[in-house]
Nanobody, 122 residues
Framework: VQLQACGGGLVQTGGSLKLSCAASGGTFASDHMGWFRQVPGKEREFVAAINWYGDRIYYGDSVKGRATISRDNANTTIYLQMNRLKPEDTAVYHC????????????????WGQGTQVTVSS
C-alpha cells in the first residue's frame, strides 16, 4: 500500500486546512485509516481514525471539536479537515492504513505516508 498525503501549508491562527491522503496498491475499502502528527523530538501523536466503512470515527483530545476525518472509498482517499488552527497544531501530518477499528497507536498501523507539513503562524 502506498499513501500520499498532501494539502499542508502555512496558515494563520484560526484558519483552516483540508489534508488529503490518496491510497494505492491495496484494499483501501477494507482498511481502517488514521491521521497522526509529529514534531521534531516528540513521538507521533494520534489525531484521528476512521473505520473501513466510515461510520466509526475517533479523535485525539487535542483536536476534538476542530477536526473532521472522512473517507471516499470510491476514490481511495481520506481527508482531514482542520479548523480553528492553533500554533500547537504545527507538525508533519501522516496518514496511515491498517490497524484495528479505532486504532490510536502507531504500532497498530501497517502502512504510512511520507507526511505533509502544516505550519500555523501566531
Amino acid at each position: 500500500v502506498q499513501l500520499q498525503a498532501c494539502g499542508g501549508g502555512l496558515v494563520q491562527t484560526g484558519g483552516s486546512l483540508k489534508l488529503s491522503c490518496a491510497a494505492s496498491g491495496g484494499t483501501f475499502a477494507s482498511d481502517h485509516m488514521g491521521w497522526f502528527r509529529q514534531v521534531p523530538g516528540k513521538e507521533r501523536e494520534f489525531v484521528a481514525a476512521i473505520n473501513w466503512y466510515g461510520d466509526r470515527i475517533y479523535y485525539g483530545d487535542s483536536v476534538k471539536g476542530r477536526a473532521t476525518i472522512s473517507r471516499d472509498n470510491a476514490n481511495t482517499t481520506i481527508y482531514l479537515q482542520m479548523n480553528r488552527l492553533k500554533p500547537e497544531d504545527t507538525a508533519v501530518y501522516h496518514c496511515a492504513a491498517g490497524g484495528f477499528d479505532g486504532s490510536s497507536l502507531t504500532q497498530q498501523y501497517d502502512y504510512w505516508g511520507q507526511g505533509t507539513q502544516v505550519t500555523v503562524s501566531s
